[in-house]
């Protein structure tokens, strides 16, 4: 390619794309050559990207003007970007994936970023260090719902993933400090070090990376018509180019998770991605490996049919909590009858979200026509054993006792948020012994009216206004850590700040969406309290009106005020505080549903200012109620 980025001056153009200005000097070691012909390769596919979300919005609005639920689809219906029909996608008529030597035991997989807000590479490199030498089978590198978006994490993520995985000298030297510091934790905790040698640790763990979805828009590279380009190309494309030598000359599989898929057209683009980037850079067909995320209700509907449109490269789905609940409140938004309870009641044995796992199991272990199944990893475990004695020992049963359920019911491995929890969770997996539980035997999946109404069951648990305050609570506090940086957090509603018993919990993106979807539906449903609240006056059978989201949003933030350096940061306060608190108001209050609070969130990344936070917010809004377009770009990214 011979239209290079220039160093300096105006826009740099690279074929069909815009790079900020300035960035090519600083990030030259991951925007390299190979980086920019692999991207000017996948530029290709921005259309179809944008053509399939303009089809998201499209249907969402369908379903709400006629008040339709999600349906299977049609047997004989073509998936979109596949020649397979979506009986012979059920029936398993398919070339699956062999699972890899490195994936085939992952009992515990831990996710994290590998990068922190306005660090230093080496302070950034902890976190990697910490994830390669936690003891986990396989550590999910975030590019997306776990990682911060200010200034320019995103490359920084890139940059600190490419040292370690090399095992640059800088990444040996700060693995070797991390690896005391553990072993020192572990002496306390575990009564035994965790790490012996120190190489042989760091080849352990299985390297996984997730790029952010197909709905977001990168904020450092534009489209040549200076629209937004996507996330999910620039994050496959830099990990892959940068890291795959390095990993097939270690005999390790490149392995991508892929997160918001809604559709099985959808992740037949994914395919195609993923196929010429494999030839971009030299990789035979299918060695890039996809683990899916099921976090859409509308994906539930599809679980064969995406299989299918990813094979041979899918090796498995993975079942998340929080942004599977809210896809299922957005899309049922319409829908005055479907009214959710408190968050904590939504638990993975709740209504529709047992049918939801159930399918998942069942889907994993349909044999493809080669007598192939596939990988079921569970959910996610966001306790962090720090706190009081009584509130970490609980914690940690709390945490046990969901590892072995999810083990029980099939799955082959879990989820932590920290590396401490790998110590506490991975002996359940260990104790069984078994790498995994591939053709586990569930009955073959249906697909009955019956099926599509338990994806959407309902069952009776409290709605109270103390739900109500943890509700706001963390849906406020993480906002502001958003802004911040700090996209994955470690939080607790305000009024237990100072309680050792109650212990914080790990949160990411998933955590604020699920909030302010329960808080839109309360609102908007007219949604009926099951208790008594004295604090407030509400009675059993009130219901959850403006004046009361009102006040309980202004009594939670001034506790945010209030609050501790420890729990809310001082210098957010007169800053991305008072803007997190105005979209959570406006998004709730909004009589046209907002489909994600990260739009607005990622509107005002690196702004401080409330005045201009409002116009940008006013901004979305009217554009989303006028014709359903989103507003994606970075608005501080001018062309």
Known sequence: MSDRPRLSGAIPLVGRLRLREGLQNRYGDILTPAAWDALEALSGFEADRRRLMASRIERRATRIREGRRIDFLPPDATIGGTDLTVAEARAGAFDGSEIPWDLQRQWIQGTGPAARPRASVETSLRNVAYALLSGADGWMFDGEDALGQVSTMSLDNQRTLKLAIARAPIFRQVAAQVADEMNAWARGFLGREIIGNLETQLDFTTRIFRARGLHLADRHIRAHDGGPFSASIVDAVLYVVNNAPVLVAEGRTVVLYLPKIQTAEEAALWNRMLTALEVQVGLPPGAI???????????????????????????????????????????????????????????????????????????????????????????MEPNIPVGSEVGVANGMKRAVGGGEREQGAGASGKWVAHWKMVHIVRPIWEKVGAPNQLGRGFPALTYTPEDAAGLALLEPAPRTVRGARDLISVAVQYGNAFGRGFQAAALKPADF????????????????????????????????????????????????????????????????????????????????????????????????????????????????????????????????GRDGTRLTENLDFVV
């Open 289 to 379: 490996k996809a683990y899916v995320l099921v976090e859409q209700l509308e994906a539930s509907f599809q679980l064969m049919e995406i299989r299918a449109a990813l094979s041979p490269r899918f090796v498995g789905f993975n079942t998340g909590r929080w942004d599977y609940i809210n896809s299922v409140s957005d899309a049922l938004s319409w829908d005055r009858s479907f009214i959710d309870p408190n968050i904590d009641a939504v638990t993975m044995t709740y209504g529709y979200m047992r049918h939801y796992e159930d399918r998942v199991r069942r889907a994993v272990n349909t044999p493809d026509r080669n007598g192939r199944c596939a990988l079921w990893q569970g959910g």
């Open 497 to 624: 700040f100072g309680n050792d018993d109650v212990l914080y919990l790990m949160e990411d993106m998933a955590t604020g969406e699920i909030r302010l979807s329960i808080l839109w539906e309360w609102l908007h449903k007219g949604a009926t309290f099951t208790e008594d609240d004295a604090e407030t006056g509400v009675k059993a059978g009130d219901h959850f009106d403006g004046a009361l989201f009102e006040r309980l949003l202004n009594e939670e933030v001034e506790k945010l005020q209030r609050a501790s350096n420890r729990d809310v940061h001082d210098d957010s306060k007169a800053t991305t505080l008072p803007i997190a608190a105005e979209i959570v108001s406006r998004y709730v209050q909004s009589p046209i549903k907002a489909p994600w609070y990260i739009d607005l969130l990622n509107l005002n990344l690196d702004n401080e200012d409330l005045a201009r936070a409002r116009e940008r917010i006013t901004a979305y809004m009217d554009a989303f």
